[in-house]
């Protein structure tokens, strides 16, 4: 069963990777979903101030088979409402 390395990275840098033996590249972009959903699991409210994950996926040789990346982006309320009652 091919390897692949699921390579978390944030604002900061890397922050944790991970080897696991999958059937084929449809279950290792399922898994990059997956440590997707653990990693925003576990970060707080921060993320949204312009916050990125990024899972890297690699194969057994190191060769880049796909990037997941997640961007959070904060639009501030302006306060007003011009004209809406």
Do not use: C, Y
């Amino acid at each position: 069963m091919p390897r692949f390395r699921f390579t978390i990275r944030d604002d900061q840098g890397e922050v944790g990777n991970k080897v696991v033996d999958l059937p084929d590249i449809s279950a290792a972009k399922a898994q990059a979903v997956e440590e997707a959903s653990r990693a925003l699991a576990i970060v707080d409210g921060s993320f949204w101030a312009d916050g990125h994950l990024q899972i890297d996926v690699t194969d057994g040789r190191g060769l880049s088979v796909a990037t997941l990346m997640i961007n959070g982006f904060e639009a501030p309320a302006t306060g007003t409402s011009r004209g809406l009652k």
